[in-house]
């Protein structure tokens, strides 16, 4: 899922609201699977220090090949992690960043607690993910995509129509962030996806 084309574009999205923030320090990927999204944000903003946590030692193996391919191996650390126990100190990150990640958090609202508590201060998080609440045309189209397009090996997890339906609403999403200590936030909708956008003050 992570390489065909639309999603390759809606990265391409959320890269482009990173650089509406100060992107020259921290960046921690949180649920980097394969490393789709750190390779991307190498290229874009090579003087920030990149990092990608995800619980699967196999993905991060797999991210692992793919940066050194692309001669990024130096540029990108690679930690096991989860969401509700990032590895690493309170007040240490500049920029989370997590994309299709947020509907497999068992507890959104404590791992928020969590990505707060690691942010610096000023620090920012920006999620990317589906959204329940989308259009039944996107429904439609992602059924047709689950079915006829994407890979068999995709097919067979149902996805991505099984993400989709898996997704927070805009309002879950505001709810949920109002449990968490971020004061700072905004929810954005896009088509079948949402955009959250938070900030450590």
């Known amino acids: 899922m992570a390489k065909t084309p639309p999603f390759m574009i809606l990265r391409s999205k959320l890269v482009s609201r990173l ?11 949180l649920g980097c699977g394969s490393g789709n999204l750190l390779i991307k944000l190498a290229k874009k903003f090579p003087k920030s220090t990149l990092i990608g946590v995800d619980t699967s030692s196999e ?24 969401a509700n126990n990032i590895p690493f100190p309170d007040n240490s990150i500049d920029i989370i960043v997590s994309s299709f990640s947020l509907h497999h958090w068992e507890d959104p609202a404590g791992c928020l607690k969590e990505v707060y508590r690691v942010l610096k201060k000023d620090g920012s998080l920006l999620i ?32 991505p129509l099984g993400s989709l ?30 955009f959250i956008k938070g900030m450590k003050l």
């Open 19 to 29: 650089k509406e923030l100060e992107s020259e320090g921290t960046i921690l990927d």
């Open 59 to 82: 993905m991060l193996e797999k991210a692992r090949k793919r940066a050194g391919r692309k001669g990024l191996n130096a540029e990108i650390e690679l930690k096991v992690g989860a």
């Open 128 to 159: 990317f993910d589906f959204r329940r609440d989308a259009r039944r045309f996107w429904y439609g189209l992602l059924t047709f995509a689950t079915k006829i397009v994407v890979p068999k090996a995709l097919k067979q997890i149902n996805e």
């Open 165 to 194: 339906q898996a997704g927070y609403t805009v309002v879950e999403s505001r709810e949920i962030l109002t449990e968490t200590p971020f004061k700072e936030f905004q929810v954005d909708s896009w088509l079948a996806w949402m």
